[in-house]
């Protein structure tokens, strides 16, 4: 038995969700990394285009989609919501097991749904190209299909670790027309100084935000985009869990338990935002929900609720979150779109007022997750993805004691075609279940950067 659960094209949602309109504490405004002052529009306008700038200020509930925008959705969306059948009968759980799946994309990871916002918005103000950072190429790949849809140029540095790693995600952004180079790289300062101190370094997400915000600051024709962190990112993603409330309802199901691997926080913030929004209200009080880390870069789960730079080299705005420190550097596991050290500010807020949960897990059980899941459903998920799987699981077997059947449901955002390097490495046995030492961390967080 299959349970896919489909939407017709007009029920593409219209409008995303702004959660900044229903919080309980509201977010600490980001700040000037030379002042130290509240950041303003103006101060942004160097490497975002108006409507963006718009978006991560604005406090209104809903925000209209363009229609330019949900037309090139319908390559892909509304995206399919299955019932995973057979993992339930592999686990022998009582629990109904559901999850969204955004490797349908182009893409094929849940990243073009804020790509393609971000592309139109840039070129409607006459924008000529972007400049953007990656780590397992999920992002940068996005923002390449993105781009050459509105005949804008791509440059896209890719974490060097990640480079070496996926060198097809190279290649498909090469086939969309992007430029592609590993950082840290020669092409910027930021670049040099840090091959400079290190040249074997593997890079990091916050040396690649580093070195696409001063290509986008010194290109007058340049704009700087990021895939995760800011709230007009989060802001786009909401499409996935809007779609998902509607498929659930088609079956007559309340959410449980929602689950989704956690980096920087676009892809929790766009399953787990409206079932926040259920909670916050009162129509789904107790819904758990859950935010997945690796065990070897877990910002929520140890990390300092604290203002901190979003990149290495100070250029970004200081930003409220949780955070390992700007200059944390963590291992090149191979999950590389969850290596960075800090989360979304308000993925941060709403952790903080405990409306959302986290937790970590470690490299070899991931891949022992991915697996059961590929060969009960048949879809071979990215590192990323198979996080949320891995507490999916663990969840059904929960269930499976108490005899509870509760419904989960997680991201599957996206699938890992172009992984199967790390699956080799899981199937060799050679991958290193690597937690990061508490006094490392402790080092990292005295360098924070003091606010008065």
């Known amino acids: 038995m299959n349970t896919k659960i489909l939407l017709d094209e007009n029920e593409i949602p219209k409008k995303w969700y702004n959660i900044q309109a229903d919080l309980k504490t509201p977010l600490d405004p980001p700040m000037h990394p030379q002042t130290k002052k509240p950041v303003g529009p103006v101060d942004l ?26 037309d090139i959705y319908t390559l892909w969306r509304p995206s399919p919501l299955f019932r995973a059948h057979r993992l339930e009968k592999i686990l022998k759980t009582p629990a109904k097991i559901y999850y969204k799946y955004e490797g349908v ?4 990871s849940h990243k073009p749904n804020t790509a393609i916002a971000q592309a139109y918005y840039n070129m ?43 060198p097809y995600r190279k290649m498909m952004m090469q086939t969309w027309g992007a430029t592609c180079v590993p950082s840290p790289s020669p092409d910027t ?61 088609m079956v007559d199901e309340t959410a449980d338990i929602v689950i989704a691997s956690a980096g920087g926080g676009s892809n929790l913030a766009g399953l787990c935002f409206p079932f926040v929004k259920d909670k916050i209200d009162g129509k789904n009080p107790d819904v758990e929900i859950i935010g997945v880390e690796p065990a070897a870069c ?25 955070t390992l420190g700007h200059d944390f550097i963590p291992p090149s596991i191979h ?27 470690y490299q070899n059980e991931v891949f022992d997750a991915a697996v059961m899941f590929a060969r009960a459903e048949g879809i071979i998920p990215a590192p990323e993805s198979a996080h949320a799987i891995r507490v999916a699981i663990d969840k059904a077997l929960e269930c499976k004691k108490t005899g509870e059947a509760k419904t989960i ?44």
Request: hydrophobic share 35%.
């Open 45 to 70: 306008e160097p490497i975002f285009p108006k409507e963006l700038i718009r978006q991560e200020m604005c406090q209104d509930r809903y925000i209209d989609i363009p229609e330019e925008v949900r």
């Open 105 to 108: 994309s182009p893409p094929g």
């Open 124 to 166: 409607k103000e006459g924008i000529e190209r972007i400049a953007t950072e990656t780590g397992a190429g999920q992002w940068g790949s996005s923002l390449a299909f993105a781009t050459q849809l509105f005949g804008m140029e791509c440059k896209v540095y890719m974490v060097r670790g990640s480079y070496d790693q996926k």
């Open 189 to 249: 300062n930021s670049g040099r100084a840090i091959l400079a101190k290190d040249p074997d370094t593997p890079g990091s997400l916050g040396i690649a935000i580093s070195e696409a915000v001063e290509d986008a600051a010194t290109h007058d024709n340049t704009n700087y985009s990021l895939g995760s962190v800011l709230n007009h990112v989060c802001l786009h993603q909401t499409i996935i869990g809007q779609e998902a409330q509607k498929q659930l309802d």
């Open 298 to 322: 877990p910002s929520m789960t140890r990390g300092m609720y604290a203002y901190d730079f979003g990149d290495v080299a100070g250029l970004t705005p200081l930003l409220k979150m949780f």
């Open 335 to 361: 999950a590389g779109g969850l290596r960075y050290h800090g989360m979304a500010p308000l993925v941060s807020r709403l952790h903080a007022d405990q409306l959302i949960d986290s937790t970590s897990v």
């Open 409 to 452: 449901i997680f991201n599957n955002s996206g699938h890992g075609h172009f992984d199967l390097s790390s699956y080799e490495g899981y199937f060799a046995g050679s991958l290193v279940d690597y937690e990061y030492p508490a006094e490392l961390i402790a080092e990292s967080l005295k360098k924070l950067p003091a606010i008065s």
